[in-house]
């Protein structure tokens, strides 16, 4: 690949996208007054980077490349936006005189997402893809880089943004969407939709992606809306300067998985451990993710006194039942196990497996409701500034999310990436594997000298 500064991605153009009629909820005039209130899990994302995801994608056929096949991107991400107007709009900041407090909605303007035509002509296909070490330039895919959801309030900035960018030998179609509107699963709804009304063509065509679920949730004795103790929103942005990281993208089979999935469960079921939270099996990923735990542990050379924490971002929808799967805005919270860092490096697979099971069991029905009906009471945010620490570990995104399936119209994925946004020591992104059939990927980001040494671990991508 050339370097940087021989092959830059030069944007060619910018223009915003509003939502069209086409698709099957219109933004007419009515949507112009519609106030979005963000729910409590969306709230405590408004200090977060936005979440950034792509996918990269073979050459468009021969004829159908540059401003034609741009034109039409935007022209279906226009009709996907019909479904999602309210990605359209804009974030803004209200304040409470009686309390001194602010509140924050999701006002349905219409103002449109960003949409952005790049090229990286000196950028191929195997660049990004073939790499185990994911190169920097890939982070130049993304727009609306280093802004949080304050920062879009603040500015009145977009809420979305896409970015289409031309490589020598492929297409990389990115999205960047305010964490503090969406999570993870409706993010890869929008992209689905998006991919599928390009595949299909004409904005008639029969939909097989389902519509979302606009309306936010509350609980029954949450304020609406929901008053931040801030004089001004900027109050509550919290900067965080990350030591130097790099990335590499390991690919697991659906066998290796099974084989993790299977020592983890006899190594628990031989030592009989077990609690009143955790359930009876342990999953493919929290064999997997006890597997990353336990070899970046080792990479980083942790002290075995050292207290080292595994943060997984956990899907809400299922456990609450009054929120649907479709719906459109976040239910996400962290579930968090802690040990030392000899206790899982010493006690096995199976029983840092069941750490992580334990952790997530707990997060209830009954327990989620409770901390979202008084989270007002002492409101809480996500930063990255006084949670990070050089002996954790954080996983987002999920296998179950559909980002293989974004056929376009010329061919399926080749890869997928994400920006640089929310890129600490110890950030590990869960994705499902390119040859499906329960494989996985994972996109890990450590600090130089231990990413170098687990990539050189042959006990890390797992054989037998």
């Known amino acids: 690949m050339a370097t940087e500064d021989s092959a830059p991605v030069r944007v060619v153009s910018r223009r915003m996208v509003r939502p069209s009629s086409g698709g099957v909820a219109t933004c007419s005039a009515e949507h112009a007054a519609e106030m979005v209130h963000l729910a409590p899990w969306d709230l405590q994302m408004l200090t977060v980077d936005y979440i950034q995801k792509g996918i990269l994608l073979p050459k468009a056929p021969a004829g159908d490349g540059g401003e034609r096949l741009v034109g039409r991107l935007a022209s279906s991400f226009a009709r996907a936006l019909g479904r999602f107007y309210p990605f359209a709009g804009r974030l803004a900041a209200e304040e409470q005189l009686e309390d001194g407090g602010v509140t924050v909605s999701l006002r349905c303007t219409s103002e449109g997402a960003e949409f952005v035509h790049a090229v990286a002509p000196g950028v191929t296909v195997a660049d990004v893809a073939a790499s185990l070490y994911i190169p920097r330039v890939v982070w130049s895919f993304f727009p609306l880089d280093g802004l949080v959801g304050a920062d879009a309030v603040a500015g009145s900035r977009p809420v979305l943004a896409a970015q289409v960018t031309e490589l020598a030998d492929g297409v990389f179609v ?111 990923l929290q064999s997997l993710l006890a597997h990353v735990w336990r070899s970046v542990s080792r990479a980083r050379r942790l002290s075995p006194v050292e207290e080292t924490t595994y943060t997984v971002l956990v899907g809400c929808r299922g456990r609450v039942k009054r929120v649907p799967q479709t719906y459109a805005g976040n239910a996400v919270v962290r579930a968090t196990a802690r040990s030392t860092a000899g206790e899982i490096l010493d006690r096995g697979l199976g029983w840092t497996a069941r750490l992580l099971n334990s952790a997530i069991a707990s997060l209830d029905e009954a327990a989620l409701v409770g901390s979202l009906t008084s989270w007002h009471q002492d409101p809480r945010f996500a930063y990255q500034a006084g949670f990070w620490n050089p002996a954790m570990v954080v996983t987002g995104n999920s296998p179950r999310f559909d980002a293989y399936g974004n056929d376009f119209g010329w061919g399926p994925p080749v890869a997928v990436r994400s920006g640089g946004a929310n890129k600490v020591d110890g950030r590990v992104t869960v994705y499902e594997g390119r040859g499906g059939g329960g494989s996985m990927g994972l996109e890990v980001c450590l600090a130089p000298e231990a990413l170098a040494r687990l990539a050189a671990d042959d006990g890390f991508i797992y054989q037998d």
């Open 174 to 284: 990115a999205m960047s969407l305010s964490h503090a509107v969406a999570d993870g699963t409706a993010f890869w709804h929008l992209f689905n939709t998006w991919s599928e009304m390009n595949r299909s063509g004409g904005a008639d065509a029969e939909m097989f992606t389902p519509p979302p679920v606009l309306e936010r949730w509350f609980p029954d004795a949450c304020p609406v809306p929901v008053p931040l103790p801030f004089a001004k929103l900027e109050h509550m942005i919290r900067r965080f300067d990350c030591p130097p990281v790099e990335e590499c993208f390991f690919h697991f089979s659906a066998e290796s998985i099974k084989k993790l999935k299977a020592r983890a469960n006899a190594e628990v079921d031989r030592a009989g451990v077990g609690s009143a939270t955790s359930t009876a099996t342990l999953s493919s």
